[in-house]
T-cell receptor
Framework: GDSVTQMEGPVTLSEEAFLTINCTYTATGYPSLFWYVQYPGEGLQLLLK?????DKGSNKGFEATYRKETTSFHLEKGSVQVSDSAVYFC?????????????FGKGTHLIIQP | GAGVSQSPSNKVTEKGKDVELRCDPI?????LYWYRQSLGQGLEFLIY????????KSGLPSDRFSAERTGGSVSTLTIQRTQQEDSAVYLCASSSSYAQYFGPGTRLLVL
C-alpha cells in the first residue's frame, strides 16, 4: 500500500535558520502531495500542495517541489520564525480530486527558539 | 462559520458505552472524511463519503465503528461498546477539489 516517510523530530532550530523537513513516499501512479501543519492547540491546516511532477507548492514562505524521480516532497523555508513552531505532516492522495483518504506521515515536530 | 465544525469538542465516556460524534462540512463540499489521530498510530483514515453514495468503509478499525451522512451534508461517526484503545482525537474533513479541509476534532477519552 501507499506510505509516507518523514523525519519525526523534534527538530530544533534557531530563529532565521534555514529549514528542511524531508518527506518521501511510496505509491503507485501519480499521487497528489500535501503538507499540513498543526499549531499547538489547533486543528490541521493545509499548508501547500502539488498535484503533478515538478509542481512547486508554496505558502507563507514555505516551499516544496514534487520530485517524481526521487519520490520526494521536501518542505523548505529560508528563514524560520518562532511562530512556525508546530507539527508538520506530509501526505498523499491517490485520486486527483482529493477523493480518497489521505495517507499521512507520522509528523515532524518543529521547535524554533528565539 | 465557513469552516468544518465538529461536536462535541471533548467527550469522556466509560468503557462499554456508545458515543456519537458529529461533523458539519463546509457548505457545498461533496466529499467528507473521518480520521483518527492517536499517539501510537498517528493519523489514520477511517471512512469517506462522496455525496449520497455508499461510503468507503475500508479504513474502519472494527465493526464497532459506523458512520452515516444525512442528506449529503452532516455526518455522524458512532462507536459502539467503546474500548480504552478508542481514545484519540477524531477529525473530520471535507473537500470539493484537490485538498481536504479539517475540523478542530473531537477528543475522546474512554475510561
Amino acid at each position: 500500500g501507499d506510505s509516507v516517510t518523514q523525519m519525526e523530530g523534534p527538530v530544533t532550530l534557531s530563529e532565521e535558520a534555514f529549514l528542511t523537513i524531508n518527506c518521501t513516499y511510496t505509491a503507485t501512479g501519480y499521487p497528489s502531495l500535501f503538507w499540513y501543519v498543526q499549531y499547538p492547540g489547533e486543528g490541521l491546516q493545509l499548508l501547500l500542495k502539488a498535484t503533478k511532477a515538478d509542481d512547486k507548492g508554496s505558502n507563507k514562505g514555505f516551499e516544496a517541489t514534487y520530485r517524481k524521480e526521487t519520490t520526494s516532497f521536501h518542505l523548505e523555508k529560508g528563514s524560520v520564525q518562532v511562530s512556525d513552531s508546530a507539527v508538520y505532516f506530509c501526505a498523499l492522495s491517490q485520486a486527483g480530486g482529493g477523493a480518497d483518504g489521505l495517507t499521512f506521515g507520522k509528523g515532524t515536530h518543529l521547535i524554533i527558539q528565539p | 462559520g465557513a469552516g468544518v465544525s465538529q461536536s462535541p469538542s471533548n467527550k469522556v465516556t466509560e468503557k462499554g458505552k456508545d458515543v456519537e460524534l458529529r461533523c458539519d462540512p463546509i457548505s457545498g463540499h461533496t466529499a467528507l472524511y473521518w480520521y483518527r489521530q492517536s499517539l501510537g498510530q498517528g493519523l489514520e483514515f477511517l471512512i469517506y463519503f462522496q455525496g449520497n453514495s455508499a461510503p468507503d468503509k475500508s479504513g474502519l478499525p472494527s465493526d464497532r465503528f459506523s458512520a452515516e451522512r444525512t442528506g449529503g451534508s452532516v455526518s455522524t461517526l458512532t462507536i459502539q461498546r467503546t474500548q480504552q484503545e478508542d481514545s484519540a482525537v477524531y477529525l473530520c474533513a471535507s473537500s470539493s477539489s484537490y485538498a481536504q479541509y479539517f475540523g478542530p476534532g473531537t477528543r475522546l477519552l474512554v475510561l
